[in-house]
């Protein structure tokens, strides 16, 4: 049976350097109407257009986390150029105490939002007509000093311009954060609708992420 590492190192090698880390455990995704998220299952796009339920285990109920959801497999509109695209960015997440646990439902927490900044708001995989891209969630522990890195504070405009080029690593650095504890990822597929105009996709020639000058804080990576 393949491991959650070697799915993992398989989704993520291409784009990030290895993280230095073993994960503890697959962090549970579900879409309205749909199933929990098994690694690597592929999904119509048209079922992820709104946030789904996220759970997990062995997560503390005093505790925060951050999820990042992004897309490997963007080409930026006009060009041949493909890019790591920023779905959603949500920091202060809880553990709902009041569910049965395992697992427990993770969901937004209270207070300190001027501190920790704003999120990034979810946008739905919108990828191109008969074409799969790869989408991965990426669970943090949220550290008690943690403040967003204001180097990144482009992203939180809903647009391809704000999200396109996001650079999960130096995200990481910046942020002062340990390597992630928990991840899940999709095949995301968009099987054209009747009557809508479908174009072959274009293959990319380089990839890109955005230059961004951040200080670097102590996190549980290696540089």
Known sequence: MISL???FFGVL?????V?????GQQLQIRYAGGQWMT??????IQETSMIPEISSINLQCNKKYIILFIDLDA????????????HWYQPNLMIDCTKPSPPSTIVPG???????????????????????HRYVYLLF???PAYHFPECFSHVFPETVSARAGF?????VQAAGLDPPISMNYFIGRHEPAKGETTTMPQSATTTSFRSIDCPTRTAGLVS
């Open 110 to 132: 209270q207070g300190d939002g001027h501190k920790h900044g704003p999120a990034a708001s979810y946008i739905a995989p919108r990828a191109p007509p008969n074409t799969h």
């Open 75 to 86: 080409i930026i509109p006009g060009t041949r150029i493909q890019s790591v695209i920023l």
């Open 5 to 7: 590492l070697t799915l």
């Open 13 to 17: 090698t291409p784009i990030v350097q």
């Open 19 to 23: 993280f230095p880390w073993t994960p």
């Open 141 to 143: 522990a949220q550290p």
């Open 39 to 44: 690694p690597g299952m592929e999904l119509d």
């Open 167 to 171: 650079d999960i690593r130096e995200f």
